[in-house]
């Protein structure tokens, strides 16, 4: 006997589409970072004076201070006490530290100290000023201290490895000192990760593990390009005979 009633597939047909858009969105949502690609940036002329090595520890520089602004605006959201010692608002606070650090401005809570002294008054238990516009302004003029002073480099500049390696270490070691260290009080100098049985907010440490790697990457590519370009120079003196031309073609002779 004929069913004329619709089957299970039949009835299924239509809520595909909608199942599979709900599937697609519940996987987006357990996605742990955005999908993108790389991107490069824009040609400048100013590319023209630049190097591979140049060019690779300027694009570092770069993000490493977007990296530090992150941190502070991280540290303001978690910390509000501190931005109303500078301004009215989270976001004016966040710009004069900003235009600060990008104009070599000294901070005046820091009483004249710059790198890695002004770091350490800024992390002092006692320090009454916005401990997060410090913090962030003296990690800035450490990383572009050991950086000779500059945030863009050329075919004229240099970079001394160890001096930025030894900036690596004293990131490792402020971050070591913020987690750690406490006020007269108890209390932690500025909150930074959260950690409890509901919830792991673990963002302050990843941004700043990769300026420590961005740190660590550009010290050891410039010592072994500066290893490279010597041991190039030994191999042409040694090498360069056995790279000669030879004639493919008799010499007219001699009347």
């Known amino acids: 006997m004929f069913d004329s009633r619709p089957s299970f597939a039949v009835i299924l047909r239509p809520l595909l589409p909608l199942g599979l858009s709900m599937l697609l969105l519940m996987g987006c949502a357990q996605t742990p970072a955005p999908r993108g690609e790389v991107k490069g940036e824009d040609f400048g002329s100013g590319e023209l004076l630049q190097s591979d090595s140049n060019r690779m520890a300027t694009l570092a520089m770069k993000a490493n201070l977007q990296s530090l602004m992150r941190l502070m605006d991280k540290l303001y959201q978690r910390n509000p006490a501190e931005w109303k010692k500078t301004a009215d608002s989270r976001e004016a ?3 004069y530290v900003r235009i600060a650090i990008m104009e070599r401005q000294p901070w005046a809570e820091l009483q004249g100290r710059r ?27 450490t990383l572009i201290t050991a950086h000779g002073g500059r945030t ?24 070591w000192i913020l987690n ?9 100098l500025l909150l930074s990760n959260h950690l409890n049985e509901g919830e792991r907010n673990l963002s302050f440490e990843r941004e700043m593990g990769m300026v420590i790697g961005r740190l660590d990457l550009i010290a050891s590519y410039t010592t072994e390009r ?19 031309f030879l004639p493919v073609q008799s010499l007219p002779a001699v009347q």
């Open 152 to 175: 863009s480099f050329t075919l004229i500049n240099g970079l001394d490895p160890q001096l930025i390696y030894n900036a690596a270490r004293n990131v490792e070691i402020a971050n």
């Open 180 to 188: 750690t260290r406490r006020t007269a009080t108890g209390a932690p």
């Open 115 to 141: 790198d890695v002294a002004a770091l350490s008054l800024a992390l002092e238990p006692g320090f009454a000023g916005d401990r997060v516009a410090a913090f962030i302004h003296a990690l800035a003029d």
């Open 93 to 95: 606070a966040a710009a």
């Open 226 to 244: 500066y290893r490279r370009s010597v041991i190039g120079y030994a191999q042409g003196l040694v090498a360069g005979p056995f790279f000669q």
